[in-house]
């Protein structure tokens, strides 16, 4: 296998999200909630931070959910959730159909790969390498719609979101060891 990593990301690519507890799932129902593939509210950002499980181990995935709990107060690493990059696309086409009698304009929705160096900033350079330092394999799923903090999403984005965190779209894989270092539970 080659160490490059290409930009186009491919319609089967597993892309993978950290979980934080309570933030992006319920913990007693063990469901990822819509916050999990929400676009944060933050002045012109529209991503959603992921993972492109072809070019890292599940080991590093957590690793990096690890780190984010570090970050935020009051939030616990819970473990990993998958959706395949063709469901982004899924979700789109059932966000038409289900507002196709209503005013709302369709927002769209992608996969973007988005390598990010040692200190977190996105490398505009090529190639990119799995061994290059920093998050390499980084990757966004991008909403063309930026968020605003404390107006609620559009319906047609909330329809998409709803879409994603349903079971049979996406998978949440609770941690079964998360104070080890290591990913020891299933991921696909």
Not at 51 to 75: D, F, H, M, W
Not at 120 to 141: E, N, T
Request: charged share 25%.
């Amino acid at each position: 296998m080659s160490d490059l990593i290409p930009d186009e990301i491919d319609s089967e690519e597993i892309l993978v999200r950290a979980i934080l507890h309570p933030l992006f799932c319920s913990r007693s129902k063990n469901t990822l909630n819509s916050n999990a593939f929400s676009p944060p509210p933050r002045k012109g950002r529209s991503d959603v931070s992921v993972i492109r499980l072809k070019y890292c181990t599940p080991t590093k995935c957590k690793k990096v959910g690890k780190e984010l709990a570090e970050k935020l107060s009051n939030q616990s690493y819970f473990g990993l959730a998958t959706v395949v990059v063709s469901v982004l696309n899924d979700a789109y086409d059932y966000a038409v159909n289900a507002t196709q009698d209503s005013k709302e304009q369709p927002i769209g929705i992608k996969a973007v790969f988005t390598p990010l160096d040692i200190k977190r900033k996105l490398r505009l350079d090529r190639p990119v390498r799995i061994s290059d330092a920093g998050l390499p394999f980084h990757a966004d799923i991008v909403y063309d719609f930026c968020p605003i903090e404390g107006q609620p999403l559009p319906v047609f984005v909330k329809i998409m979101i709803d879409f994603l965190i349903k079971p049979s779209n996406s998978r949440l894989y609770k941690d079964p060891s998360p104070d080890l270092n290591i990913w020891e539970g299933p991921l696909q």
